[in-house]
């Protein structure tokens, strides 16, 4: 399954569920590789309270190929390369 615009083609709520699930997976992953040495709950709490996190809500827009699926070391970096590069203006 990619992105979240074909979450509810998996048959009603239940593929809604899983894409919002893996979604929030993705982002506690970036979130820990976004910042190294915070530990868990904190680093979530970067995570939602900084630029990150609506830059990667403009990214899922940007990229509808999105694998939600996808945590490798390589697809986080690639992510969150692209976030930084991002300017706040640029966030709606």
Do not use: C
Not at 43 to 61: D, I, V
């Amino acid at each position: 399954m990619k992105g979240l615009e074909s979450a509810g083609s998996g048959g009603g709520r239940t593929g809604t569920d899983e894409a919002f699930l893996q979604r929030n997976a993705l982002q506690i992953a970036l979130a820990k590789k976004a910042f190294p040495g915070v530990e868990g709950g904190d680093a979530m709490m970067e995570w939602a309270t900084g630029p990150l996190s609506s830059r990667f809500a403009r990214y899922e827009k940007m990229h509808p190929e999105l694998d939600l699926r996808d945590s490798s070391s390589q697809a986080l970096d690639a992510i969150i390369t692209e976030l930084r590069a991002m300017t706040d203006d640029t966030v709606h």
